[in-house]
């Protein structure tokens, strides 16, 4: 049966549902739990995105416009039930139908795990990136790996971050879920390269590697906004051809019968495996060309069957790296054209330089990419050959360009020398695309200024700018369903497609009677956060306080533990400074630390700790309360983001290239506190300098304060408040049976340097923290900063950052 938009039978759907349930799950009505009829709700509608699917694929390949590929290592897509349901037009019928039978709709969306298929923004980006091409109906897939476990489930024990393992696939599959045995590709690792003379007597070069495995795509459904058209997420996952040795059975090897099929599942076994030896950085450069291996192979198929010929590949082929995780690509894609097609390099370079557009998301030097060559030869001896052709062809360049100027092709080489040698992804990126951008306007300028200056006068023109954006179907409508009624009964439902029309709230910003209901809106879900919380956490919140959030991945420059050193300068000061008062603040933390990061855990444990102290200090009389929220994930965000008064956006200037939690957080209607970094600039611009809260260091000034020479321990010295704040971190304040337990995050600020500048913009955060806190004491004009805060925030809708990219870089044409 085909459910969608108008085209639903109520009563058909409730018989399909028990059919299901019982045919397909073995479950009588009796005794089905929520769990069984989740799953049968699942099965039920995926018929529906199925049909869909494959009929948006094959318009797609009957027409001749051209297709975006997005190659992407991680899609933190979230729970697709209830965002499906919107999308599809159905929601309030399937919500009906399930009343009829003593159903919750509400409750059996719980019952879905979030597939765990990505981690932090650059997961999320790509999430809403195909929302929003599915949507706007471009033609695209979105290309990414089957994880079994993903990153990793995460709790606190005594304070500290435990790991295990993130089972997200029931037992009976995930129902949205399917497998398209038919798209199988077949990848090699490691192996040697021979040379031989073809049909025509030249010199060829092929590779024979030493493992072979398959890769087996699932395609979920991206369902774009009640258009019917249904876009294809496709994860490879790997397998052997031969997973079991039934002599080495026999034998009684019984393990060892099963080794190819164990070290074929590792690869897409975890998302960023550990890689602080030498086995886990294979294991990710294994995941890396094994994606791109099925994802090119699978798009060369999908052209080659159409009678197209690989010259005209970039007519109707792009493929955007989102980062440096699939750059591998670009050689494999020229190692095909080569060795399996037999093009010279002049033509395969050719087709490889239109194809591929680059996505940089990060300044950071340890976040851009190199493999060592020995790993790379080793792993794959064939690409590595052509990195080295590559990088011969932009070396002649830069001596034309450059005249013997070393430096300059020192810094260019996608070769970096050293005590041994490293490929430089970014470097390969730049080089083999016909486009690169940042992802915020500051951002691209750093990129262009500081990052690829060289790289911008040896290709003018090639670098450029996307500011990201978020979807407003799951960031506002589904997980925010109040405030979104709330928007179409002054606005009608226009917004949800085209979320410019949000700016009409402005018209309301100063009328007390939407005032009134837009605070009620944001209590309601404080209410619903706290409900939540005291469940999971045992932990009471007071909703009349300042609901204060940072999400987002747990990493130095994002601070959060100059956030923790505000908190101390709170606790101290209503401690010991009698005439100190605030606003109830109550502080929520949401974060994974990577396994590896030592000082990442150390400052879970140090906010968990001080929680534990300051949660049950009566001498605060509830004025401060401190949560962390464990297992950060997309229906955490969604619980989340509707309740947070305040947006913590604190990155040392420069250092962020983006963020979209910004985003998120202020389109539904909390006041940014932040720094001049990433998107934070184009959000003050949008939203005026009266309702964001800035601090701090600027970029030029982080860049002079450390070419000076930045000593932290002159901030500790000179600032009684931030001593005080330090002094009780190393001390025994909150770890009494153990004191000093908390001193590795006091080193790192000032026995290690404070390598992102925290101590250097603390007084500025407090003083901006204490303007906010103040501003909050005035109700009517808080309200009016948290509507305007909604209205103006229309440019960060992915929407619009898919059509610069759609117009811009892949000239894309819509289907609809």
Same mark, same amino acid.
């Given at each position: ?15 399909? !549902? ?11 009505? $009796? ?20 049909? !869909?699917?494959? $009929? ?153 590697? =030493? ?38 059975? *026999? ?14 599942? *590792? ?13 886990? %950085? ?17 798009? @060369? ?28 690509? /670009?050689? &494999? @894609? ?50 590595? $050959? ?19 100027? /070393? ?69 506002? %409508? ?48 404080? $209410? ?10 045992? /932990? ?70 001080? =929680? ?8 605060? %009389? ?39 939690? *910004? ?57 009684? !408040? ?18 000093? &337990? ?45 509507? @305007? ?28």
């Amino acid at each position: 049966m085909y459910y969608h938009g108008s085209d639903f039978d109520k009563e058909q759907f409730k018989q399909e !549902l028990r059919q299901v349930l019982t045919s397909q799950l073995a479950v009588v009505e $009796q005794k089905a739990t929520s769990r069984d009829w989740y799953q049968a709700l699942g099965k039920v509608l995926s018929q529906t995105t199925t049909s !869909l699917l494959l $009929q948006s694929e094959s318009n797609n390949e009957s027409s001749d416009t051209r297709k975006v590929n997005y190659f992407s290592l991680e899609f933190l897509i979230g729970r697709l039930t209830g965002n499906n349901l919107i999308n599809l037009g159905i929601y309030d019928q399937v919500q009906e139908a399930l009343k009829d039978i003593g159903l919750s709709l509400s409750d059996l969306l719980e019952e879905e795990n979030d597939p765990a298929l990505g981690n932090g923004g650059l997961g999320r980006l790509a999430a809403c990136f195909m929302d929003s091409l599915a949507s706007q109906a471009y033609p695209a897939v979105g290309y990414g790996l089957h994880y079994e476990y993903g990153l990793f489930r995460q709790s606190f024990h005594h304070g500290r971050q435990q790991e295990a393992p993130d089972t997200w696939k029931d037992t009976e599959g995930y129902p949205w879920e399917r497998q398209r045995v038919e798209l199988t590709q077949q990848v090699g690792f490691w192996g040697h390269v021979e040379e031989y003379k073809d049909t025509e007597n030249e010199l060829r070069k092929r590779w024979v590697p =030493a493992l072979e495995v398959e890769g087996v795509a699932w395609d979920m459904p991206v369902v774009g906004y009640q258009n019917e058209t249904t876009l294809p997420l496709r994860l490879w996952e790997c397998k052997t051809s031969n997973p079991f040795d039934l002599t080495r059975f *026999n034998d009684g090897d019984f393990v060892g019968a099963q080794y190819p099929a164990l070290e074929a599942s *590792n690869i897409t076994k975890v998302l960023y495996p550990n890689d602080n030896h030498e086995q886990g %950085k294979a294991l990710r450069l294994m995941q890396q060309y094994f994606l791109c291996a099925c994802s090119v192979g699978d798009l @060369l198929r999908r052209h080659l069957a159409l009678g197209r010929s690989l010259s005209s590949l970039p007519d109707f082929e792009t493929v955007q790296l989102n980062d440096t995780h699939p750059v591998i690509a /670009i050689p &494999e @894609l020229m190692r095909i054209l080569m060795d399996e097609h037999g093009l010279e390099w002049d033509s395969a370079w050719d087709i490889c330089s239109r194809t591929f557009a680059y996505t940089n998301h990060t300044l950071l030097p340890e976040a851009l990419e190199t493999w060592s060559e020995g790993l790379m030869g080793n792993l794959l001896p064939r690409h590595m $050959q052509i990195i080295f052709d590559i990088n011969h062809e932009l070396m002649v360049s830069v001596q034309k360009k450059w005249p013997g100027d /070393i430096s300059k092709m020192s810094k260019l080489s996608i070769i970096e020398e050293g005590d041994y040698r490293r490929i430089r992804m970014a470097n390969l990126a730049v080089v083999a695309s016909y486009a690169v951008n940042g992802v915020a306007a500051m951002h691209s300028e750093l990129v262009k200024r500081d990052l690829f200056p060289e790289f911008d006068t040896l290709y003018p023109g090639k670098l450029t700018n996307v500011t990201n954006g978020v979807t407003p179907r799951r960031w506002i %409508k589904f997980c925010n369903p109040a405030l979104a009624n709330l928007i179409t009964e002054k606005l009608g439902d226009g917004w949800i497609r085209d979320l410019n029309e949000i700016e009409g709230l402005k018209a309301y910003a100063d009328d007390k009677a939407f005032q009134d209901a837009f605070m009620a809106v944001k209590k309601a879900n404080k $209410q619903k956060l706290a409900d939540w919380v005291k469940d999971k956490l045992d /932990i009471e919140l007071n909703t009349d306080a300042i609901f204060d959030v940072q999400i987002k991945r747990l990493h130095e420059y994002k601070r959060q533990h100059l956030n923790l050193l505000h908190i101390l300068s709170l606790y101290h000061r209503l401690l010991n400074e009698p005439d100190f008062d605030i606003h109830p603040r109550v502080f929520i933390f949401a974060a994974k630390a990577a396994p590896g990061y030592a000082l990442a855990k150390d400052i879970i444990y140090a906010i968990n700790r001080v =929680a534990e102290t300051v949660n049950n200090d009566a001498r605060l %009389k509830d004025k401060l309360k401190v949560v962390f929220l464990p297992d950060y994930r997309v229906s955490l965000a969604e619980l989340i983001i509707p309740a947070a008064d305040v947006s913590e956006q604190i990155s040392t200037a420069g250092k962020e290239a983006s963020g979209t939690g *910004n985003m998120k957080l202020a389109m539904n209607g909390a006041l940014t506190i932040g720094t001049m970094d990433g998107a934070n600039v184009e959000i003050r611009e949008e939203v005026g300098d009266d309702n964001i809260f800035i601090f701090g260091l600027k970029v030029d000034e982080v860049i002079a304060l450390k070419e000076k020479g930045y000593d932290s321990f002159i901030y500790y010295e000179s600032e009684p !408040l931030l001593q005080a704040c330090l002094n009780m971190l190393q001390d025994d304040t909150f770890t009494p049976e153990k004191p000093g &337990e908390l001193i590795s995050v006091v080193r790192n600020l000032l026995d290690y340097g404070d390598p992102y500048l925290a101590l250097a913009d603390f007084a500025s955060y407090v003083d901006a923290q204490m303007a906010l806190n103040d501003a909050y004491g005035d109700q009517t004009s808080w309200a009016r900063k948290a509507i @305007l805060n909604t209205a103006l925030n229309a440019k960060f809708s992915s929407d619009r950052s898919i059509r610069d990219y759609a117009n811009n870089i892949w000239k894309l044409e819509t289907q609809k």
